[in-house]
């Protein structure tokens, strides 16, 4: 059975940092990407970052560019999101996905339940 399960949001000031995890299980993900969503109260669920699980490459929205890095961690299978700088307008629920990545990213079947990040000003 497949899961991503997300940890590490919480409540944070404007200007603050949080690093959300997402610990996946189940199969090999050697050949996936790893990407990273967010969803805020009344908007669509949107793209944040990704990362392919082999050779490392990434791309992120222009909304985060220069302030989050996805990383990844081959031992314990699991991907990161360091959150910098951060602002209120990225207060949302944040979900992790096994998706591919050539080019843009594709999202895939598995998702997370989330993890919420609140950032006040």
């Known amino acids: 059975q497949v899961q991503l399960v997300e940890s590490g949001g919480g409540l944070v000031q404007a200007g603050g940092s949080l690093r959300l995890s997402c610990a996946a299980s189940?199969?090999?993900?050697?050949?996936?990407?790893m990407g990273w969503f967010r969803q805020a109260p009344g908007k669509e669920r949107e793209f944040v970052a990704a990362l392919r699980w082999n050779g490392g490459s990434t791309i992120y929205a222009d909304s985060v560019k220069g302030r989050f890095t996805v990383s990844r961690d081959f031992a314990k299978n699991t991907v990161y999101l360091q959150m910098n700088s951060l602002k209120p307008e990225d207060t949302a629920v944040y979900y992790c996905?096994?998706?591919?990545?050539?080019?843009?990213?594709?999202?895939?079947?598995?998702w997370g339940q989330g993890t919420q990040v609140t950032v006040s000003s």
């Open positions: 996905n096994a998706g591919a990545l050539r080019g843009s990213y594709s999202s895939g079947n598995y």
């Open positions: 189940g199969r090999t993900f050697s050949s996936y990407a």
